[in-house]
């Protein structure tokens, strides 16, 4: 271009390799101290006094404990935000109602709440002092300071992941296929099961791996309704801060290790979805959760 | 009718308005009414205490400064990933999101792990004089961490989409390289980068687990807003969190109305 258009020296940009490479460093810097250091403490930490140490905190009866009422809570919650985000998204895509962007809002608005509020509300709602409190009592249900309050909390905080995904994603197909599908006679269930799904798969895949990273992961909301009772209401997060504040560094970073290792699975995860699917997945919207 | 060819409508918005309404809009309501039941003079005088309004102004404060870092720095390293071409290339791209998986304790022990100190990076800053950790600067640190992606991730795409053949005509006209940064792609960038610092913000306000850990949590000095709720559940003065909780209910409101109407300028901006 500038051979053709013959720009005399003097007024031709210096295009110096130095910019770049200033650039370059700052940047790759800034991941390397911000990024990669806070992962690499995880695991030296946990090693820091030995394989043997190591293992007998990951294998510990109060860490197995947190580790298997961790997979139960994202075995219940996990499943519900999906059946949701499937239904929302079926609705909020393939019919036109008032209200919509309302609606759309409001799906998306606990992953803006603090996880501390999202506890707090449930407290509210069903502690010793809450709305419906008295009445569970009376019935002998506890639902705060159990494993029911620790599965709705995380639902609350969850509850945009699967829906997040598939709504772009199901705006920009379209409804023709599955209209077409109808009109050749094809029931509801049909429909979803053989016209939608295989369009909507890798997406619902996607949203469904952050969902349970985060599942797994949450601590400030299911902090606030745990109640902390050791080997009863404690999930893996809960466990690490139990730990910690004992002075177990070893040990909190052993358990943290486990949550470290979960982290980067999702993440290399997701990066395959993103290289191998990456047309299925194309109207994702481009913002974080 | 004739838009509602497919079935299944019914169903759809029924299941999705009960499960929300269940699992968002009651508690939410519970939280509004316990909050409403102290009165305005109740909600002044929790609010008004010393701690809180500490507390108050340090969320503010460190997450609007960790947003603005975040920023900065967020569009330095879109900028780079996407204009670049360099070794592990695809596997810095991918860490980016790492803030996102990290379960937030973990990042919170962690980074104390560094800034304490006597920590991996505490040990450097320490002659200098330099705390970070259980200081006001720890609660910075923390926030930068998870907020980070967000800049990132709304600045990529669009700067992706952006035609080279403008910034080659700015330059053919001879303007510098900072010149053609300023003027003409700045501008380009800016409601991405807008809906970036307002997503991080929203993150660092609210943010509880990374942060407590390296705060230190001394009243008045290093305590944050949410912790100020939980210590007031631990006190089981639940009226006192309802207000503080409403407090930050209000605040994620304001930021996601603002976080809408940034996306909708986008929208019109990326249609010009």
């Known amino acids: 271009m500038e051979a053709v258009l013959k720009i005399p020296a003097h007024a031709r940009p210096r295009r110096s390799r130095l910019v770049p490479g200033l650039l370059i460093a700052a940047a790759l810097g800034f991941l390397l101290l911000f990024l990669v250091l806070p992962l690499a403490a995880v695991f030296v930490e946990a090693l820091r006094k030995g394989l043997g140490t190591y293992v007998a905190a990951v294998v510990h009866p109060e860490a197995i404990a947190a580790i298997k009422l961790t997979l139960l809570v994202a075995a219940i919650a996990v499943p519900l935000n999906t059946v949701f985000g499937v239904a929302a998204a079926w609705a909020m895509t393939r019919f036109d109602f008032r209200g919509k962007a309302l609606l759309g809002a409001l799906i998306d608005l606990p992953f803006s709440v603090s996880p501390v509020v999202s506890g707090l509300i449930y407290v509210l709602l069903f502690g010793a002092q809450g709305w419906f409190g008295p009445w569970l009592q009376a019935h002998d249900i506890k639902l705060i300071f159990a494993v029911p309050g620790l599965v709705l909390a995380t639902v609350f905080v969850t509850l945009p992941f699967v829906a997040r995904e598939l709504i772009p994603l199901m705006q920009s197909q379209g409804s023709d296929e599955e209209e077409a599908a109808r009109v050749l006679g094809a029931s509801g269930w049909q429909i979803f099961f053989r016209v939608t799904l295989p369009n909507i798969r890798w997406a619902l895949l996607y949203g469904v791996l952050l969902c349970n990273a985060r599942a797994m992961g949450e601590f400030g909301a299911v902090s606030v309704v745990s109640g902390h009772i050791r080997g009863l209401t404690n999930t893996l997060p809960l466990h690490v801060e139990i730990l910690y504040n004992d002075y177990n560094y070893a040990g909190a970073f052993a358990v943290a290790s486990l949550l470290a290792f979960l982290a980067l699975l999702t993440l290399g995860l997701k990066t395959f979805l993103e290289w191998r699917y990456g047309a299925e997945l194309a109207a994702r919207a481009p913002r974080g959760h | ?272």
């Open chain 2, 1 to 272: 009718m004739s838009r509602r060819v497919l079935p299944g409508f019914g169903l759809s918005l029924g299941y999705t308005l009960a499960y929300l309404g269940l699992i968002v809009f009651l508690p939410l309501a519970a939280l509004l009414v316990k909050a409403s039941g102290m009165g305005l003079d109740g909600l002044w005088t929790t609010l008004s205490a010393p701690p809180v309004l500490a507390a108050l102004r340090l969320s503010f404060g460190a997450a609007l400064l960790s947003a603005f870092v975040n920023a900065v720095v967020g569009l330095l390293v879109a900028w780079v990933l996407v204009r670049y071409s360099f070794p592990g290339r695809r596997l810095f791209d991918a860490l980016v999101d790492l803030p996102f998986a990290l379960p937030t304790a973990v990042a919170g022990i962690a980074l104390t792990a560094l800034y304490a100190p006597k920590g991996w990076i505490g040990e450097w800053l320490a002659p200098l004089g330099i705390k970070v950790a259980f200081t006001p600067l720890g609660v910075l640190v923390a926030m930068i961490f998870v907020g980070f992606p967000f800049v990132v991730r709304t600045v990529q795409p669009v700067l992706e989409s952006l035609d080279r053949d403008i910034e080659e005509a700015a330059t053919t006209l001879g303007a510098s390289r900072l010149q053609t940064f300023m003027r003409v792609l700045l501008p380009l960038l800016l409601p991405a980068l807008l809906t970036g610092f307002a997503l991080a913000l929203a993150r660092a306000v609210g943010e509880y687990g990374s942060v407590i850990f390296i705060a230190g949590n001394i009243p008045m000095k290093s305590e944050i807003l949410p912790l100020v709720i939980v210590k007031q559940l631990e006190q089981f003065n639940y009226a006192g969190a309802a207000a503080v909780g409403v407090v930050m209910l209000a605040l994620s409101f304001l930021l996601l109305l603002a976080i809408s109407l940034l996306q909708r300028w986008s929208r019109r901006w990326a249609e010009r």
